[in-house]
């Protein structure tokens, strides 16, 4: 058993930051990938930013420059800080991590519940 519990959404004003942390527990072997999904109203779910065992990044075109995705391994945790916020970054973040459990033979893809993001005019 896994869980991915997400923290720190909330109201923001445009061109104000926020910081959103993930922290993964249960019987982890390891973790690979982490990434950051968000769906806005009306919307399918994308890809905000992703960070992989190795360190190395990828991010969404359109947070380029403004959010940046980080990871501390020894606390199975996972942060996104987020500046520069605009009304279109509005939207429900989700965390995601492929996890292997000690008891597991592969590795699963696990979701948070999401943390509702919202950045008013």
């Known amino acids: 058993q896994v869980q991915l519990v997400e923290s720190g959404g909330g109201l923001v004003q445009a061109g104000g930051s926020l910081r959103l942390s993930c922290a993964a527990s249960g019987s982890i072997f390891s973790i690979n990938t982490m990434a950051w999904y968000r769906q806005a109203p009306g919307k399918q779910r994308e890809l905000v930013a992703a960070i992989f065992s190795g360190g190395s990044t990828n991010y969404a075109d359109s947070v380029k420059g403004r959010f940046t995705i980080s990871r501390d391994t020894a606390k199975n945790t996972v942060h996104l800080q987020m500046n520069s916020l605009k009304p279109e970054d509005t939207a429900i973040y989700y965390c995601?991590?492929?996890?292997?459990?000690?008891?597991?033979?592969?590795?699963?893809?696990?979701w948070g519940k999401g943390t509702l993001v919202t950045v008013s005019s």
């Open positions: 995601n991590a492929d996890i292997a459990l000690y008891y597991s033979d592969y590795v699963r893809v696990y």
